[in-house]
């Protein structure tokens, strides 16, 4: 059985790798910058609570786009920091304050956003989070692409890494990326997208109902692409490196600790079941080479068992590194070291079943949200 699972692995690693590569947002396959896409107004709608720092940093990007912004929109989701000041500060920014809690039944992202497309007045919508940091080439590469595909097109940043703990994103950051049905396999229908970046026409978002439908959804970024496919809207995810990057939890590990366990329970099932039963599989893989490793150390082997649990890690390692290196700044010891990876991974997996199916609640920015 233990063979039987390391060769799924492999199987399923290479599959993973193959989709993602295909899913790269700057290689556009020929497709070209034409009349049509230049003609497209897109409206920029950034949702901001307690921003300040990262807004000083998104709306230079933002303006500086080879192909320029209809207009910038930032909502202040009612925050205690200088967001609106920081925002106020820049001319070509249309600041829209929120100064209460959402309503009843609203999450705040979903309200924000929302509140951003009732003020907004372009063709199309580019749903952007405040930390994400663009090249200059994100606007046009998002339009050719969505002239190319319709629909909605999203895309997950490169992972910018700055402190040691933020490595310990790696599992995470795959799990999302291959695991959950989003990049065309093992469905070719995605059933998810990812919130950091997310572009529609305005027409496709007024006939779904946009965020206004979705509105208690924590994870708003999967129940708008599950949304859109409902109303047989085409839904396309990209990879952003060498277009968009950001730091996913730069303020600490308890902000780490805090998006974990918001997002790993409730979304664990969200690509589908022969999705979740396939990333069941490979994590299998990589949690029972961890003790094939581990074992050459502590146990007395043979010299052929030895070859055999350090190939085994060797393979594990080199596809986690194959997975990971067009997905953030993850180094090759971060391959290497994968046991520590996984073992902090299912500790807070565990963390968030507690939160979600005990506690009924997680926590994220300072509010409190039911699930």
């Given at each position: 059985m233990r063979y039987l699972i390391?060769?799924?692995?492999?199987?399923?690693?290479?599959?993973?790798?193959?989709?993602?590569?295909?899913?790269?947002?700057?290689?556009?396959?020929?497709?070209?910058?034409?009349?049509?896409?230049?003609?497209?107004?897109?409206?920029?709608?950034?949702?901001?609570?307690?921003?300040?720092?990262?807004?000083?940093?998104?709306?230079?990007?933002?303006?500086?786009?080879?192909?320029?912004?209809?207009?910038?929109?930032?909502?202040?989701?009612?925050?205690?920091?200088?967001?609106?000041?920081?925002?106020?500060?820049?001319k070509n920014v249309k600041l829209l304050r929120l100064n209460e809690e959402p309503p009843e039944g609203w999450v705040g992202k979903s309200w924000a956003l929302w509140n951003g497309f009732l003020?907004?007045?372009?063709?199309?919508?580019?749903?952007?989070?405040?930390?994400?940091?663009?090249?200059?080439?994100?606007?046009?590469?998002?339009?050719?692409?969505?002239?190319?595909?319709?629909?909605?097109?999203?895309?997950?940043?490169?992972?910018?890494?700055?402190?040691?703990?933020?490595?310990?994103?790696?599992?995470?950051?795959?799990?999302?990326?291959?695991?959950?049905?989003?990049?065309?396999?093992?469905?070719?229908?995605?059933?998810g997208a990812f919130g950091p970046v997310v572009f529609t026409s305005r027409e496709n978002y007024e006939k779904t109902g946009g965020h206004s439908t979705i509105r208690d959804g924590i994870l708003e970024d999967i129940r708008l692409a599950k949304l859109y496919t409902k109303h047989g809207i085409k839904v396309t995810n990209f990879l952003g490196d060498g277009v968009v990057q950001f730091r996913m939890y730069p303020n600490g590990i308890k902000q780490l600790l805090e998006g974990f366990s918001k997002n790993m329970s409730s979304g664990a099932t969200t690509g589908g079941t022969f999705a979740f039963l396939l990333a069941l599989i490979w994590m299998a893989g990589i949690y029972t080479s961890i003790p094939n490793i581990t074992s050459v150390f502590f146990e007395t082997n043979n010299i052929s068992d030895v070859l055999i649990k350090v190939a085994n890690y060797l393979v594990v390692t080199l596809f986690i590194r194959l997975l990971?290196?067009?997905?953030?700044?993850?180094?090759?010891?971060?391959?290497?070291l994968y046991p520590i990876h996984y073992i902090f991974f299912l500790i807070v997996f565990f963390y968030s079943l507690y939160l979600t199916l005990l506690k009924k609640q997680v926590y994220w920015r300072g509010r409190k949200l039911k699930v």
């Open positions: 390391f060769v799924a692995f492999v199987v399923i690693s290479i599959l993973y790798y193959i989709s993602g590569r295909k899913r790269i947002l700057r290689r556009t396959n020929g497709l070209k910058y034409g009349e049509e896409i230049a003609e497209k107004k897109v409206s920029v709608i950034i949702p901001a609570r307690n921003e300040e720092e990262n807004l000083k940093k998104l709306i230079p990007l933002i303006c500086s786009q080879h192909f320029p912004a209809h207009e910038i929109i930032v909502v202040d989701d009612n925050s205690i920091d200088n967001t609106s000041k920081v925002a106020s500060g820049f003020n907004s007045s372009g063709d199309y919508l580019l749903f952007l989070d405040a930390d994400v940091e663009p090249s200059d080439k994100l606007i046009e590469y998002l339009s050719v692409q969505h002239s190319h595909h319709g629909g909605l097109i999203s895309v997950w940043p490169y992972q910018r890494l700055e402190q040691f703990y933020e490595h310990f994103t790696l599992p995470f950051n795959l799990l999302v990326i291959y695991a959950s049905n989003t990049l065309g396999f093992p469905g070719k229908i995605a059933r990971s290196k067009d997905t953030g700044q993850y180094k090759i010891y971060d391959a290497l």
